[in-house]
């Protein structure tokens, strides 16, 4: 199985990618996981021809190839980051490759609650409709006290926490096969998602 694992912030440091990386070492035997960046990405900004960038593009591509995807985000002031919000307006306005594609959200933060309004927050995004990702249901994986999470090797120190990510990933692949194949079954819906369009729904530009 292939999955593309997004860190999603723009951060040098962030104890989200060091989640993500420990992820695709400790899961390598069940899935192959390439970890994509979002801080060299532009910032959007509608284009007027809704030309993709090219890095825009180049994650989208990988995105779409991927069986699913896991995003880990950080919280800043009970959201997402900004970046990670302007990622998803660049897939939502040009190529939309989420929709109906298999998401797993995990999330690090420095205190004791993990990230979980940023969390509430990314699924509600993604439940728009030019998102419409399929989002795993009923599992949340927080991980808090994240500065003291890993020993110089990338190792999660926490032994709770292993064996709960562990439980949220043998689900995840689970729930990526299900959902997959009734993706594949009802094929015809996926297109008819990728037209949808604010500007017919409200008879013009959002802004």
Not at 135 to 164: H, N, T, W
Not at 170 to 190: A, G, M, S, Y
Request: aromatic share 8%; glycine share 4%.
């Amino acid at each position: 199985m292939k999955l593309v694992g997004i860190v999603g912030t723009n951060a040098n440091r962030s104890t989200n990618r060091q989640l993500l990386q420990f992820v695709k070492k400790h899961f390598s035997q069940q899935a192959e996981i390439e970890i994509c960046e979002i801080k060299e990405l532009p910032a959007f900004n509608e284009p007027e021809d809704k030309t993709t960038p090219e890095k825009i593009q180049d994650l989208s591509d990988k995105i779409v190839a991927a069986d699913g995807v896991i995003i880990s985000t950080p919280e800043y002031d009970h959201a997402i980051p900004a970046a990670l919000k302007s990622l998803i307006e660049w897939l939502s306005y040009t190529t939309r490759p989420l929709i109906d594609k298999p998401v797993m959200i995990v999330g690090a933060s420095h205190g004791s609650l993990g990230s979980s309004r940023a969390q509430a927050h990314l699924r509600q995004i993604l439940d728009a409709p030019e998102l419409k990702a399929r989002i795993m249901p009923s599992a949340e994986f927080l991980l808090g006290r994240s500065l003291e999470a890993f020993d110089e090797a990338g190792q999660l120190v926490y032994p709770e926490k292993v064996k709960e990510l562990e439980e949220c990933f043998d689900e995840f692949l689970l729930f990526v096969e299900i959902t997959n194949q009734l993706v594949k079954d009802h094929r015809f819906k996926t297109e008819q998602n990728k037209q949808f369009s604010w500007e017919t729904v409200n008879g013009g530009n959002n802004e």
